[in-house]
């Protein structure tokens, strides 16, 4: 049976070789590179250096966006900014960029997080499941990045959210090689993955630009994804990797180094110590790692055109650029060099964003996953029950609301009933939630599956452990730490008291079952006051069952207790679907049978709302 072009690149990849030349691996055939008439060879023989420039484009974070589509709102996307989102806008970008500089000098890579984050990859992903790259539906993704002629992509962390068998299967739907360095066998310690991709660029009277592409994905996947990956995948550092793999290029012969990393710039760490590696460590591998030229970053969603670090070793600039995310921005490096001493030497490098905003969506690439989008436009839309009044999540930053007691009655639901008839069943059961988007909302009137489903936007799964009353506190006040300490006397800014440290939303936790207030006069670590259990002060060494997500319970926020808490049950099933099954077996959902006011802000004991 003849070899494809798909099972060539991860193959020969993967076994260490990583080099395609030009025309494989979805290089990108083109005409010939221009260089200055008469030019010479090089400073050796006394006449000025042959030129080139090599452009780099880069996308990340993408998640799942194709067109420029609300599948929550079930209408084009905007926000505050006007931002516009998805690979259809992107695309049109990236033909400027090539017809700028030249097709056959440009090359676009990805940074992960590709098959996770709206309605249409998680469809193609639970629905009607891709199963490989011969049978059964087409990722869109994939389809449409095809098109575009992507020439790699790091993997991300949420690519795992679906399990080893879904990646597969995505990765053999792809026309490019997935990297990922530091995603490796857990009992062979080899690459799980293609580390790394080299292309040849032609350059006319000259010899071929060689351009080594290294992927690099992030050690969080560990924790984040443990049901998917233990005993099957290890996620060594970022930095550690890339000291094995970039001298390794070098020595190929690559003349540029680019890394395409699945993580931040600067060194934050969500997990704590529980990953002996850093989250945040783009920045670290430009300090610390010779040899490479520039860093496409991925991972935080932060619009970073461009940031350079100096290697502690070389001396030399490193050159990052972050776009942004959902494909709302487009990276554009560019890097010259010149012939010297019988080889290319990279004399700058220079980066840029560019705003999908400003652009039409490319016709080819919204046609070719149109059939795909209006499958999933007429799934979200399905009416599934009824709301007697309408529910949102605006304020669920610092008020008690219906909408996230909703989220824990549900879950709590679920875990009592899991556990009825074992030797739990007799313990109170705790849930815990976060105000994961505050534009989510519930109608008064008919409720559609994407209207519940705007709820839960993440493949977040339930666990259920046991903590005591002492860690259910010590875990409320870890939560607590997401509000800015505001002074009695001082004016209260509800946009300015939350997001304390840059903690974002979803690391902010509600809990239900107990109440609370949370005096955001004091210091964090001594917010949480009148903790109590059914009208009565909490027993710290009680019991209780904790409803949790598989994203906390395995250690994501770095919440105490937790991750190494005792875990009594726990469900394959997202979140998500289990309240949607949950509003179609009960068929109306009535605030006024759950919630009430179980927690508060207060300031010195006075309530800031009411």
């Known amino acids: ?12 990849a993967a076994t260490g070789a990583g080099v395609a030349l030009a025309g494989a691996a979805g290089a990108v055939a083109a ?55 998805g690979l259809a806008k992107i695309a049109t970008l990236v033909e400027q960029a090539r017809a700028e500089k030249g097709h056959d000098r440009t090359l676009l890579i990805d940074a992960g997080d590709i098959i996770q984050g709206t309605q249409l990859s998680y469809y193609y992903a639970r629905v009607e499941p891709i199963t490989g790259a011969r049978s059964g539906p087409r990722h869109p993704m994939a389809l449409a990045m095809n098109q575009m002629r992507y ?19 995505f990765q053999e739907q792809c026309d490019f090689p997935l990297l990922a360095a530091n995603a490796v066998d857990a009992t062979t310690l080899k690459p799980a993955f293609p580390p790394y991709l080299v292309k040849e660029i032609k350059v006319q009277g000259a010899a071929p630009l060689k351009v080594g592409i290294l992927g690099l994905t992030n050690p969080g996947i560990a924790i984040w994804d443990k049901a998917n990956v233990q005993g ?3 996620f060594p550092g970022l930095v550690e990797q890339a000291r094995t793999y970039v001298p390794k290029l070098r020595a190929m012969g690559c003349d540029v180094v680019v890394l395409t990393d699945h993580s931040g710039l600067d060194g934050g760490t969500s997990y704590g110590d529980a990953v002996p590696y850093p989250e945040n460590a783009s920045s670290l591998v430009a300090a610390q790692v010779p040899g490479i030229d520039a860093i496409l970053v991925g991972h935080t969603h932060r619009e970073v055109a461009s940031r350079t670090v100096v290697n502690e070793e070389t001396g030399k600039s490193v050159v990052l650029s972050e776009p942004l995310c959902w494909g709302e921005r487009l990276s554009v490096f560019d890097i010259d060099v010149e012939f010297d001493r019988g080889r290319w030497q990279v004399v700058s490098v220079t980066a840029e964003v560019r705003n999908a905003n400003t652009v039409a969506e490319d016709p080819a690439v919204a046609k070719l996953v149109k059939d795909e989008h209006d499958k ?22 610092y008020k ?26 007799s313990l109170p059961v705790l849930s815990e939630a976060s105000p994961f988007s505050r534009s989510a909302s519930i109608p008064a009137g008919n409720v559609s599956l994407r209207d519940v489903a705007g709820l839960y936007i993440y493949e977040n799964t339930l666990d259920a452990k046991i903590l005591t009353g002492a860690q259910v506190k010590d875990y409320l006040e870890w939560s607590a730490a997401y509000f800015v300490q505001t002074a009695p006397d001082a004016p209260v800014d509800v946009s300015k008291i939350t997001n304390a ?82 509003v179609q077996a ?15 802000l207060t300031r010195a004991g006075v309530p800031l709302f009411g």
């Not at 020439?151 to 299967?169: K, M, S, W």
């Not at 009960?586 to 508060?600: E, H, K, L, S, Y």
């Open 586 to 600: 009960n068929g109306t959902i009535d605030p006024a049978t759950f919630g009430g006011d179980q927690w508060r």
């Open 376 to 397: 999933v436009v007429a799934y979200v839309n399905q009416i599934i029950g009824t709301c007697k009044e309408a529910m949102s999540a605006a304020q669920s930053t």
């Open 1 to 12: 049976m003849p070899l494809n072009r798909r099972d060539f690149i991860n193959r020969s």
């Open 501 to 582: 440290n840059n903690t974002p939303d979803y690391s902010y936790d509600v809990l239900s079952g107990v109440s609370y207030d949370i005096d955001i006069a004091q210091p964090a670590g001594s917010r949480i006051v009148g903790l109590t259990f059914q009208g009565a002060p909490i027993d710290p060494a009680a019991q209780f069952v904790l409803a949790v997500n598989n994203y906390r319970s395995s250690g994501g926020s770095n919440y105490p207790h937790v991750a190494t808490a005792q875990s009594v049950w726990s469900n394959s099933d997202e979140i998500r679907n289990t309240i949607i099954a949950w």
């Open 400 to 425: 008690d609301t219906p909408i996230i007691d909703f989220i824990n009655l549900v879950q709590a639901d679920t875990v009592k009933k899991a556990l009825a008839g074992t030797a739990y069943a």
């Open 232 to 234: 099957k995948m290890a």
């Open 151 to 169: 020439d790699a992509a790091a993997l991300g962390n949420h690519e795992f959210n679906y399990g080893i068998p879904l990646l597969r299967a």
């Open 31 to 85: 005409p010939t590179a221009q260089a200055d008439p008469g030019t010479g060879a090089g400073k050796a023989q006394g006449r000025p250096p042959k030129t080139f420039s090599l452009r780099v484009l880069g996308t990340t974070d993408l998640h799942g966006h194709a067109l420029n589509w609300d599948y929550f709102t079930n209408a084009e996307y905007d926000d505050a900014a006007h931002n516009d989102v």
